[in-house]
Each structure stands twice: as structure tokens, then as C-alpha cells.
């Protein structure tokens, strides 16, 4: 028998969809027409008869990870923190065959993307938001690496053995960056796909399933990397750095963090690969450049 062909992100298509319409008649939504938004780690549909963002893990996904985001994210609207809201009219999260999956409200978008100095405002409050009253996971780039690179298996032998030499060095490395910045609630993930515009005046962050608790220094080095490697320009960064009141570029501990931030982006994208086989080639040209130490190599967005 044939498999179903995989869209984005490995879901088969026509279990895709049989997910999203069962989800949203469990929470009396109409599935009718809806749009996939994106669909590389989570599959994301905008439902065409509500304004509603429908969000759906891979099968296996924890669901207990996922209820520990919703409280997050119900504790950040309680405290009027600028993030997109979770739809109240639907209990969530589901748990539909093995797909955990959440609600929110959909917030109309302009053509132009949150610039990063957008971004620095509600960044900053996050990062000085008191500790919440329930655990975060702790920030640990390196076992994320190793943990991904412990299941990567379609690389060639020479990249893999780079890699994981690689990471050894830069957590030797790790051990004696001092930071400047007091520990604090992470985002986990700061970039311009994690943010939308709100009202047309501000911007809300997004995406919440990264959060972390950690020091500052790691969001503001993945905010300077999405600036460099994606082609917005150092002044697109510098606008950033300006409005937040920090430049993690003049930090003596960014090159370390750098280096493994990056590291992080190839391996989680490695790991990911086989369900997303377009996406070896620029997994192949990021490693490249990496073991060429060009801090300058322009990357596509995965």
C-alpha cells in the first residue's frame, strides 16, 4: 500500500485536515475553507468562517508541554503582557488521535513583517516579568544540539563528526562566558515570524512553545542572528539593539552564544529533515558555511 503523500511539516494531508475539522467541531468552530499558515514543526490553519488560528503538533507531540504553554500564555493575559490571545471560547488544549492542539485568535496582518526594533519593546517586558508561578524548563542549548544530533542520521558521517566536535568545544567554551543580564522568563525563539503586528501600532509576540528560563543574552543573540543570516542588514539590527538598550554584539560572550545559537538552528532542522526533504540542501549549504567560519553567509528562512 502507498503512504499518504506528506505535506509540510510530515503530516499526511488527508489526516491533516480529518484533525482539523474533528478539532474544530469539538469546539463548535467550522473548519469550512480554512487556510494552512505554515506547517513545518506545527501544522497552523486560519479558519476562513471565524478569526481563529487553529494550531496542530505532530502526532506524539507531549501534550503535557503543551498544557504547560497555554498556562503560560493565560498567566502572560492576565498580566495584560502583549501576546497574541488564545481563543476563550475553546477548551484546549485537545488531544485529537495523539495531536495535541490549541486555538487562538487571529490578528489580521499588513504586508510588511514586525521589524526587529518592534520586537525589542515587548522583548524587554518579557524579560523583566517577575519568575511565574509554575516551572519553566531551563535554557540548555547544548543538550538540544546533542539531542538532535543524536538522531540525525541521513548527514554525511564528516558533517555529523564536525558538528558534534563542534558543540564539545563551544561547551567548554559555555563554561566561562559570565552574562551581564539578570536570569529571566526566554522566548526561546525571538525572530520576525514571532511576532505580529496589533492595532496597527504595536506588536505582540508569538509561538510560545520555546519559552524557557534562562538569561536574556540567548533571545538577543537569536534576534541578531535572524538579522544577519536572513538578509535584514546591520542597521535593521542596530534599530533592535537601540530600543531594547543592549547590543549583545559588544558582549564578550557573544561569539559563544552565537556559534551555538546557530549550531542549534542547523541541528533542529537537521533533526526534522527526512519529513522535509527540500530542505537538506540548505541544511547541507548552513553547514558549510559554518565550518568555513562565514559569519555572513546569507541563509533561507526554513
Excluded at 94 to 113: A, C, E, I, S
Excluded at 116 to 123: H, S, V
Excluded at 224 to 250: K, L, M, N, Q
Excluded at 265 to 291: C, V
Aim: some cysteine; hydrophobic content about 40%.
Amino acid at each position: 500500500m502507498t503512504a499518504p503523500a506528506p505535506v509540510h511539516g510530515g503530516f499526511a494531508e488527508s489526516e491533516l485536515h480529518e484533525i482539523l475539522e474533528r478539532s474544530c467541531s469539538l469546539s463548535g468552530l467550522d473548519a469550512t475553507d480554512a487556510t494552512l499558515l505554515r506547517g513545518h514543526t506545527n501544522a497552523v490553519f486560519r479558519l476562513s468562517q471565524q478569526p481563529v488560528v487553529v494550531k496542530i503538533a505532530r502526532r506524539g507531540s507531549r501534550l503535557a508541554d503543551v498544557q504547560r504553554t497555554v498556562e503560560f500564555v493565560r498567566w502572560l493575559m492576565d498580566r495584560g503582557f502583549p501576546t497574541v490571545p488564545l481563543h476563550k471560547a475553546a477548551e484546549q488544549p485537545l488531544n485529537v488521535d495523539g495531536h495535541p492542539v490549541t486555538f487562538w485568535d487571529y490578528l489580521p496582518q499588513p504586508d510588511n513583517p514586525v521589524s526587529a526594533a518592534q520586537i525589542a519593546g515587548p522583548l524587554h517586558a518579557l524579560h523583566s516579568l517577575p519568575t511565574p508561578p509554575f516551572a519553566l524548563r531551563p535554557m540548555n542549548t547544548v543538550a538540544a544540539i546533542r539531542s538532535s544530533l543524536s538522531v540525525t542520521t541521513w548527514l554525511p558521517t564528516q558533517s555529523l563528526t564536525f558538528l558534534s566536535r563542534r558543540v564539545d568545544q563551544l561547551e567548554n567554551e559555555l563554561a566561562d562566558v559570565t552574562y551581564a543580564l539578570p536570569p529571566a522568563v526566554l522566548q526561546g525563539d525571538p525572530q520576525h515570524r514571532n511576532a505580529l503586528h496589533h492595532d496597527h501600532s504595536r506588536a505582540v509576540l508569538c509561538d510560545w512553545d520555546t519559552v524557557t528560563f534562562g538569561q536574556p543574552e540567548w533571545d538577543l543573540t537569536t534576534v541578531e542572528i535572524h538579522c544577519r543570516r536572513f538578509g535584514y542588514g546591520p542597521a535593521h539590527y542596530r534599530a533592535f539593539s537601540d530600543a531594547y538598550g543592549f547590543d549583545v554584539t559588544a558582549w564578550p560572550g557573544y561569539p559563544t552564544l552565537r556559534d551555538l545559537r546557530e549550531l542549534r538552528m542547523i541541528t533542529t532542522n537537521a533533526k526534522k529533515a527526512p519529513l522535509t526533504p527540500a530542505t537538506m540542501p540548505e541544511l547541507l549549504h548552513r553547514i558549510d558555511g559554518f565550518q568555513q567560519l562565514d559569519q555572513n553567509l546569507l541563509w533561507h528562512i526554513l
